[in-house]
């Protein structure tokens, strides 16, 4: 089957998915990459070049940074997005966090959105959308890099959401109000992205 493209993207349920142990996957999936402009490709090569450097980059105890899966969790109508008040890091952030090992970074996306939010039926969209570096500052521990590979992931039409102990709260947004939620300029650039493509994938849906 043909690698997912963003012109042929790939739409995959959890159970299509299977954890991948080995580190050089995602060097692969950098290299796949398709960078829309040149600090997305600056992104990638920094990327690239980390993996190559650490080889416990999927790591959570790799103490420079490591790689973390984020999802872009879109609504039925690809009109809204979901966003979390993060427990630890007080601040409005989209579904994501640690891979664990796992370098299958789209199923690590899924899974931790589907912890996060308890959405029944997400579906994750192949290949990834977005990707993001920057310092995280948690509670008791050192400050380090979350090198953020970022999927959209869509929510069937009855999407029911039920947080857990990461958030203190969950809502479903349009993109023009992610600013006053004091969310970031990676995410704002995500939630463009990310809505651009899921509108896409659902107006060449069958009728």
């Not at 954890?19 to 960078?35: C, I, K, W």
């Not at 203190?168 to 650039?189: F, H, I, K, N, T």
């Amino acid at each position: 089957m043909a690698e997912p493209t963003l012109a042929r993207p790939r739409t995959l349920r959890a159970d299509e998915l299977v954890p991948d142990a080995d580190p050089a996957s995602v060097v692969r999936l950098l290299e796949r990459y398709e960078a829309v402009d040149a600090e997305q490709e600056r992104l990638r090569a920094t990327m690239v070049a980390f993996a190559a450097a650490h080889p416990d980059a999927l790591w959570r105890s790799c103490p420079e940074g490591h790689f973390t899966g984020s999802a872009l969790v879109v609504d039925a109508d690809a009109e809204r997005v979901l966003v979390l008040f993060h427990t630890k890091l007080q601040r409005w952030l989209q579904p994501g966090g640690h891979v664990d090992g796992d370098a299958d970074l789209a199923g690590a996306a899924l899974r931790e959105a589907t912890e996060e939010t308890g959405i029944v039926g997400l579906r994750v969209v192949a290949p990834a959308v977005d990707l993001d570096i920057h310092e995280v500052r948690p509670p008791a521990e050192p400050p380090h890099l979350h090198l953020d590979v970022r999927y959209v992931v869509l929510a069937p039409e009855d999407a029911a959401v039920v947080g857990n102990h990461e958030s203190q709260a969950l809502r479903w947004v349009a993109p023009d109000e992610l600013p006053a939620l004091g969310a970031d300029a990676g995410l704002v650039r995500l939630a463009g992205r990310g809505l651009a493509l899921a509108r896409r994938l659902g107006s060449s849906a069958p009728g």
